[in-house]
Structure formats: structure tokens, C-alpha cells
């Protein structure tokens, strides 16, 4: 594998994390539990999908193949897609949502922290930019779980259940290959093992403010690195890929 | 046809060209216009930079600036960058006073929002100024501002938000 290679792959990951964790939330669009949170999530989605396009306009520049931003984001099959399975988990509740957002907030403030320091410039400028937005994301979602965890009994089960459900795919965030060591070695990316327990830490005192619990068990599914999926992203996908794919090249 | 003309005369036709989204502020007095260059071609180069990376108004306001400066039988070439990262620090005093005018608050010194629930900034009310405000949501009409409503005066407003 060349350089330019993982690098390709290494974008490829981080922009489908955001664009399919963006489309998700995008779902909420006229349908949020009040008017004030239908605004929230959709703001979400764009703060995550405008980061999506500043990594797919990176990733196709560095792969140098004639393709663009919208054809990485519309016009690859399902095994082509890199982002971990947390994102692609279907919005559930409102609650399950939110437990999703946190869980993957939690974890990208961390990497966009380091990944400031990238020695790639591109990479470095991408989450300078980003993490500004993803404070706001964080606090939203810690906040939400707080008053949802220690809200009435109904809203404590209903996160529980999905802090227990979604927990299965928190290893997976910090999931690293050869694509990882060749760029740790080049200063471009970070090592994700470096803050895995400053992460542990800062769900933790979260969920326990929310009265909240992590399962003691640890299952644990991976695959989405490889392009894997649980069958969730197919039916994602025909939704965002339809205009395109009915129509190719539209624009609007 | 590249007339004589100098950078200051630039900013000054920019300031003409207005934020689609806040109409009040220029994208001078927004901080969104960060350089104007001449190039080594002879064309002038205008850098722009993003407040939010989603936001929908960066394609209408590289159009409008090519459209103020084609006006002044002006090629430019806009170019988007991301470093450094776009700050509400970069609001002019001038737009901070034009945006409680329109009734829109402007963004206060708040404290890092990664410390989480320490957040007691105080936004007063751009309408009767009354500090007895309370945020309704973090998120607001665009991705640059939050949903506050006045205690006293129970107005609603928009809080354009801090972005450090």
C-alpha cells in the first residue's frame, strides 16, 4: 500500500462516518419531538455533511482519478463504504439518536483534537474547522442524555435500552489497520489507542450524572472499516443515492 | 482589461456585497473575506473563508462577490479556504452593532463549551436589553445562531453564537 493509497482510504473513512451519520439525523427533518430539536438535529446534519464534502473534496484530489465530492458521496456501491457501523444504526427513538450522536461526538472531538496536529496540512485545517462545531454537538448530545437518563422512568429505559444496544459498536470507533500504522508513522493521523481511556472516561461521567450504564458484557461487532455492513446502510444508501442514480448528474 | 486599481478599492466594492443569510452584515464585516490578492498573472484573488462547514451561503457569496466586481469590469478568481479556521472573533465591532440593530444578539465571550453544563453566559435582549434572557436551544434558524426568548419582554430572538 502507497502512501497516497491509505491516505485515500484513511479520507474515505472519516468523510462516510460524517456524511452517513449526517444523512441519518438528516431523516429527522420535520418529524423532531419539538420544533427546537427538529432544528438541532437537522443543524447537526449540516455541520456533518459540510465536513463530509470538505473531506471528499480532499480525498478525490489525493486520489487523482477525475472523480469529485459527489460522486464519492453518491455513486459507490455499499462494500465501497468505509464508515463505522454506529453511524449507519437506524434513528430509532429520539433517545437512541441522541445515545448515537453521543457515543460518536464523544469520540470525534478527541480525534479532531489530535488530527489538528496533523503534519498534513489539509487534514490539519479540516478539523481545526470541525471541532469548533463538534463542541457544540457534544454538549447538545451529553446534555440530552443527562435529562433523558435521569428524566422520568420511561425515558430512563428507553436510553438505557439503547446505551446497552449501541454499545456493541463502540470498539469499532477506535478501530485501526494498516492503513493507520503507515500514516501514525507519517505524523498524518493519530493513533486512536492513545485516547480510548480519556474517552472511557468522559462517557463515563456522562452516563453517570444520567444515572445511566454501560453493559458489563463486551460484544462487540466490527466490519464497517472494511466496507461490512449491518443491514441497515443498503436501504440508507437507495434513499440517498436515488436521485443520482435515477438521473445522473443532476443538479439543482 | 485589468484597470489600476488597488486592494483598498477592492475591500471598499466588498463591502457592498451582503451575507444572504444576515442581510445586515456585509461580507466584510463578517470576517469571511480574509485576503484580496493580486496574483502574478495580473488577476485579482479574493480568499474566502467558511463560518460553519455546511453552510449554504458560501457558493451564493462567492457569486455575488465575482458579480459586485464584474461590475467594475473586474475578472477575480474567489478562492475557499479553511485555515484558519473562521472565528465570531472576526466580526467587526461595526457588525456586532449593526446585528443588535437588526435584532439579532450578538455573540458574547463565553466560556470553552468543552467544559460541559458550565455554560452561564448571558445574552442580553436586542429588543428592551434586559440581561433576564434564557436559551431555548442551541440551534437556531442557520447554523450560526442559537434560539433565545427575553424573560421581560417575551420576545424571541436569534443569538448569532460564539465560535471559538
Known sequence: MTKQEALFEYLLRRADDTLILGHRLSEWCGHGPILEEDIALTNLALDLVGQATELYQYAAKVEDKGRDEDDLAFLRLEREYKNVLLVEQTNGDFGKTIVRQFLFDHFQILLYERLMESKDEQIAAIAAKSIKEVKYHLKHSSEWVIRLGDGTEESHNRVQESVTDLSRFIDELFYQDEVDELLIKEGVACDTSEFRSTYDANIKAVLDEATLSLPKEKWQLDGGRKGIHSEHLGYLLAELQYVQRTHPGMEW | ?164
Open chain 2, 1 to 164: 482589461m485589468t484597470k489600476d486599481i488597488t486592494a483598498e478599492q477592492i475591500w471598499d466594492f466588498l463591502e457592498d456585497v451582503k451575507d444572504p443569510e444576515v442581510p445586515v452584515l456585509t461580507v466584510v464585516d463578517l470576517g469571511v473575506v480574509r485576503e484580496v490578492n493580486k496574483q502574478k498573472n495580473g488577476r485579482w484573488q479574493i480568499l474566502i473563508t467558511p463560518t460553519y462547514s455546511g453552510c449554504p451561503a458560501m457558493q451564493v457569496i462567492e457569486e455575488d462577490i465575482k458579480e459586485r466586481l464584474q461590475k467594475e469590469e473586474l475578472e477575480v478568481d474567489v478562492k475557499l479556504v479553511l485555515s484558519p479556521a473562521w472565528t465570531t472573533d472576526w466580526l467587526s465591532e461595526e457588525g456586532k452593532r449593526k446585528l443588535e440593530e437588526y435584532g439579532i444578539a450578538p455573540p458574547q465571550d463565553e466560556v470553552d463549551k468543552s467544559v460541559l453544563f458550565g455554560d452561564k453566559t448571558i445574552v442580553p435582549c436586542p429588543l428592551c436589553k434586559s440581561k433576564n434572557t434564557k436559551m431555548v436551544s442551541q440551534f437556531g434558524s442557520t447554523a450560526c445562531k442559537a434560539h433565545y426568548k427575553c424573560n421581560d419582554c417575551l420576545e424571541p430572538f436569534d443569538y448569532f453564537k460564539c465560535l471559538k
